[in-house]
């Protein structure tokens, strides 16, 4: 049985965490078991953060892969840390690698990538790839096969 | 046989015309027989004009409609007079109404219709469809298909 | 029994014709007992002409819907007579209006439609939509779904 | 509790009839109740018949509409009356119109239409559309939305 | 201010209910003001019941549109209803019928329509498509754009 | 000329309205000329704002399509209006349709229609179709072709 | 020819099983011949279990590819086997490589991999990929092709 | 010239051969020149046979690729012989390799693989991959892009 | 610059030459610098020739990728060598790596490849794919990503 | 935080620079830490030069991903940058190469490659792919998704 006693958050109502930094990212553990890593993939189309220079809104489609060792994200949690965001403020390439660091930092997992779609500027929208390495020997890890960015027609 | 004998502008090697004011949308005879009119649609994903206020490069897709009466908009000075627009300024709205009025005005058709669809500014695309009346009564009149925007994800 | 004994193209080897007037639009008999008409749609992705200017091919995808009233289009002398534009000069528009015509003339439909979607031309595909009149009341005619043209990205 | 007990074929281990002319069609019935009459729609992306002159096999896909009054198609017996087809000869249109016309037979709709989406001949797919009339007054009839053919590219 | 004091499930953590009977569709006051009403759309893509007869599970994605007049549906308790039918038998028209019966009866709509897209059973899928009358005049109701079975390929 | 002395947001660097009663709604001066009316729409597939009750984050794209009488929405007051939300708590349905009505308040358009498509809660989306009338005669209103919610697979 | 007289289930009216533990997946033998494993997809759109904590359903589209060795899965009783989930609680990532892992041991195949998209909780879906090892070389695995989530737009 | 002298099948009007015994695979002499293999892919929507339990027909979408050496199948024998299926009785994972097999035989390629995507039985359809080894090295081959299946919605 | 005074065909007007013998195709100096080659890729939708032995036209869909050394295609040569197959006899295999074969020596590339999409003949598509070699080392060359051929529904 | 100081085009009203020399690729710091680098990918799908002969327009869709070592493009001097080529001749081949190189004299990365889809001339579109030798090892980097040319149909 999943030991679930240390959440504090799952099942409870809980506020909106106010920054990054105020969220807490909890896990639950996670029995890997025989042969190579599972792979475990998040898909985020809800996120929203601002512009460190002008304080304008922001919004990004995040793609989250990871190869989980003895923890888990737990879910709800990792949901209100993605809307910890919405007044935070960091140019894409940051905070799409924050993002990735901060749930590496968490579950302590074999491997983990994240991809950021960031609605266009300018007419040209920024896409983030990071990756803490190659990923796991042995794991399956699918394309995200988000579609490209096309402007019109 | 048709008669192109008063075009200036197909066989002949010309110049991009300056500005929409410069460019001649010339034509060519069409007999268009009995029954319904037939509708001819033309598809310009190669567009671009100037911002109004700041002079930035503006984008857009066309697509032009119409029920030839008596003459044919002859396409190579079609494709002359949207070029035509490289280095001119209006705002989305005015500019699709005026391509469609200019044409209106060359061939005088028994209907036309034009839709400009522009790429994004400040995340928002915008989109302009505009006609002259109602189409003609028994004419086919195929939707368009043109994909809605849809950001990222 | 479908009556054949008249076909002379169907079932034996025959030479492609030269041209659209050396071309037979054969039928055989069909009886489309009560109620509304049904639709025939024949969709042509391989066809192809001439430039009646430049005498540079052209190319073009066909779709002819058509409400049989006593007389089907026999589908092998449909084949050859799209064939035989391959050495045919003409513009887009005559061209496609003058294919559903010849299938009035041959088969004297209920009702008819074609559609001619071109490939472009100096960035500028042209669509050429035609119809003997309103559809005839009661039948069911699809769309024909045609995907947009959209350049690239 | 709908009356079943007329029933042959449904939950029984039974025969493919050899020809649509043994294949029985078997019905359920269908209380209606107020207002508009209810559509129902069955897709046959798995028919095959023969080509009525050179005997070679012949495939379709079907989609049949129908306002039932007071008797359903049962759904098995459908499916070995589509099966039935598998050793029968006939010309596209008279195919996807006598199978319309059995299903009135059986169940005496307030409506149907039927869609015969055949796979290419000659390069040249036919399609079939048909129905007893004009759909029912305030009936919710969506397009079927089969995917038009294209060829290659 | 929305009056929600009648909830008894909104806020709280509820059993599911055990079958359609048991479910208790609520609703919030709603104040459609002037000129025509709104239309809203439910997308259900988790959706199962159980055949009848042979009590095997079947599966449903289910749309539903409405017009409401002072009364909406609240969705937690919409969400519960749909899950009621995890256990219930019935036959794909009644079924899709029935859920928009219900609806109708707790919320007393200016108009709802509901589609049941059932995944295939014997090779054939069935839609069930109802509504409870013509549309609203002047209401903006869209296409559901649900696309096609097509089985392979 | 466009008279655009009026507008205090365009070409200044403002702040982001901290709600909608905040944010102003700006227009310029439309000449709509003979026939039929224009129909401009907006797609903003970057909008979030607050559940009432629990207050947090929901997700929605929007389309707004409207007739101009003499009036053009300004598109940056447009933006921030719309960025306005981010800390706006309401239901969907009252959501979608406050907006439209601020921006029928602001510039009396001869129609207006929006549609708000939510991301899911519960796995059930809720999408929301309003307009102020009949869509305005003669004038070219596409559909807007947004995908259907479905799922996963 | 085929050995199936140990199988039970298969030509049988066989009732659910209640549980994973209930369910019995069943084999018939295979002779897989010279040169690399041929690989089988299985495609299970039709899942659901339960969440663990709430009870409350989920719902997921599970593909597995294998490579059989001396057994193939009878496919009966692989669906009796997904359905009999049907009241089982469990955590995605605990479900899916369940799945996986049974199939593994009644089958001893050369190779397994499954991938489980489940649908959204909390506007994040949770996709798990796992797989037994390295795919077994010069086999033939082509990609899932499932389509990405992409909330709403 | 390509010699097509031992061709029976080829320009000749064949009956259709009763069962894949029966068939004949032709084929024509290839010259395959210096530098890596060409690979050369069959695709064919239309295929069916019968379950080798029940009797009751079966369909399939097939996707072949080979690398010939100096031998092509000659196409309508390909044809035909896939058409020799409609009466035989196989298992899905049997029939598609045992098609594979058979090209292997008649053409002595230098590698092929087969895929066979079946419709759907019991909600679930499976698809078979086999190929006689590794691709061969510095070859061009695509995947087959074919889509997966997802159900409905 | 670029030296273009070796051109015939550029900027002039010349006749469709009428075999491929016949067609001459010419280069412009290319300088590829430092690091891996470039890719350049031509797509040709409009391409035509004859069966050898029937003399019927055939359609494909060719697309070539070649990493040029010192010399370019000249676009305008390559068009019409392209048309110059219009009038030329030859299977779909020998025809798509004879085209392969010409550019190559014309350009003596570093690496080259074609794909031949054939548009489906008998119910049958074939696609050849050939390459000189495996793609050069540290370059980049995208998948054609060119949509299966799926027949109909 | 990062050092905007030295930059002189972002949150500045400048003016469009005349040309690729005229433009300056302003870069902010960047701190990669430990692990594979992060790709960054700007898709520029608005896009214009002129044939360098002619004189007249070309369009393209542009994909660039880039491995950043020490420095970012600052996205606005991208694209004004982008912008600048408005009035710039210069074969596909070599416009594309040159961004690419231009980028990486500006900014030094570990990595970059570019990808030009340029608009269809003579009926055939070029694409030009090239980049700065392998991707960094270890890096996560998507393929860009691009759709293939198709023509019409
Ligand atoms: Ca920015
Ligand atoms: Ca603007
Ligand atoms: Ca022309
Ligand atoms: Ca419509
Ligand atoms: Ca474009
Ligand atoms: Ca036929
Ligand atoms: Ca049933
Ligand atoms: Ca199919
Ligand atoms: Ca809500
Ligand atoms: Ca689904
Ligand atoms: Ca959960
Ligand atoms: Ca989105
Ligand atoms: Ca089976
Ligand atoms: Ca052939
Ligand atoms: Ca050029
Ligand atoms: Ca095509």
Chains 1, 2, 3, 4, 5, 6, 7, 8, 9, 10 share one sequence.
């Not at 679930?4 to 920054?19: D, M």
């Not at 639950?28 to 998040?42: C, K, L, M, T, Y």
């Not at 919004?59 to 993605?82: C, T």
């Not at 929208?125 to 990071?130: H, K, Q």
Request: net charge negative.
């Amino acid at each position: 049985m999943i030991d679930t006693k240390n959440l504090t958050q799952l099942g409870t109502q809980v506020e909106t965490p106010q920054s990054p930094e105020a969220a807490v990212l909890e896990t639950v553990p996670f029995s890997r078991g025989d042969g190579p890593p599972a792979i475990v993939r998040f898909t985020c189309p809800e996120f929203t953060s601002l512009c460190p220079v002008t304080g304008q809104p922001d919004f990004a489609h995040i793609v989250i892969d990871y190869a989980p060792d003895s923890a888990l994200v737990e879910s709800k949690s990792l949901k209100l840390f993605m809307t910890s965001f919405r007044n935070h403020g960091a140019f894409h390439e940051d905070c799409t690698v924050m993002i990735g660091r901060r749930i590496v930092a968490a579950t302590k997992p074999l491997w983990l990538r994240i991809g950021g779609y960031w609605y266009p500027r300018g007419g040209i929208p920024i896409d983030v790839f990071w990756q803490t390495g190659a990923p796991p020997e042995g794991a399956w890890l699918p394309e995200t096969g988000v579609a490209p960015y096309r402007g019109r027609g």
